[in-house]
């Protein structure tokens, strides 16, 4: 089954300790992406990766690392997570064609609590 | 301005309502545009893409207004299981970013 996984899903955490959020495509898409989503403020970009070893800043890049060193992988690093990271996560991909990211596909979702 | 506005609705409905939703963009470069479902707490979905020409995939209908920088969706005949959240999307430039309106809400009720 075509699909975007992602863990954990729920996370609670305390301020300062390092984490990491894995993301998994099996669809060889080329194209991955993190996004947070926060009331009022809907869907906002973290980082993107249109291909491995290649990634770029968002929207909302501050605190947050990634890497791609498979296409398969796009994992989310919090070095020094803080309250306000506290969010609900997504990961997504999608095939890169024409130049343009086509449909985006996205993980479950993983819902991040720092105290 | 923001880039995408939606109204944050909710929007009730009762079954078998016909709704629509706006979307404008401040944007005159954004190139493609999209309707995004969510449901509650889960992940956005690709509902469908919009085109100039305007589309229609059964009991929705989209279109784009570029002159006056809008989309619409158009859900005929509302099912209790069109209950979500609508989020408008829309590429703009080289094609690497998608920026996302912030939802609308429809609820429908029996």
């Known amino acids: 089954e075509a699909q975007v996984t992602q863990n954990p899903r729920y996370l609670i955490t305390v301020t300062g300790k390092k984490l990491t959020v894995t993301c998994s495509q099996n669809?060889?898409?080329?194209?991955m992406s993190w996004y947070r989503q926060d009331p009022g403020l809907g869907l906002r970009q973290i980082y993107y990766?249109?291909?491995?070893?290649?990634?770029d800043k968002g929207d909302v890049p501050e605190g947050y690392k990634v890497s791609r060193k498979e296409k398969r992988n796009f994992p989310l690093i919090l070095e020094s997570p803080s309250p306000n990271q506290t969010s609900l996560y997504f990961c997504?991909?999608?095939?890169?064609?024409?130049?343009?990211?086509?449909?985006?596909?996205f993980g479950p979702g993983t819902r991040l609590t720092v105290l | 301005r923001k880039e995408v506005e939606q109204d944050p609705g909710p929007f009730n409905v009762p079954e078998g309502a016909t709704v629509a939703f706006n979307c404008t963009y401040s944007?005159?470069?954004?190139?493609?545009f999209f309707w995004y479902r969510q449901d509650c707490r889960k992940e956005p979905k690709l509902l469908m893409s919009?085109?100039?020409s305007g589309n229609e995939d059964g009991r929705f209908t989209a279109q784009l207004n570029r002159a006056s920088q809008y989309i619409s969706l158009l859900i005929r005949d509302s099912k209790l299981s069109d209950s979500a959240t609508y989020l408008c999307?829309?590429?703009?430039?080289?094609?690497?970013?998608?920026?996302f309106g912030t939802g609308t809400q429809l609820k429908v009720e029996l």
């Open positions: 997504a991909s999608s095939p890169y064609r024409r130049g343009a990211t086509d449909t985006q596909y």
């Open positions: 669809m060889n898409h080329e194209y």
């Open positions: 990766s249109m291909n491995v070893e290649v990634t």
């Open positions: 944007n005159s470069a954004s190139q493609s």
């Open positions: 919009v085109y100039s």
């Open positions: 999307v829309l590429r703009t430039g080289g094609g690497n970013k998608l920026t």
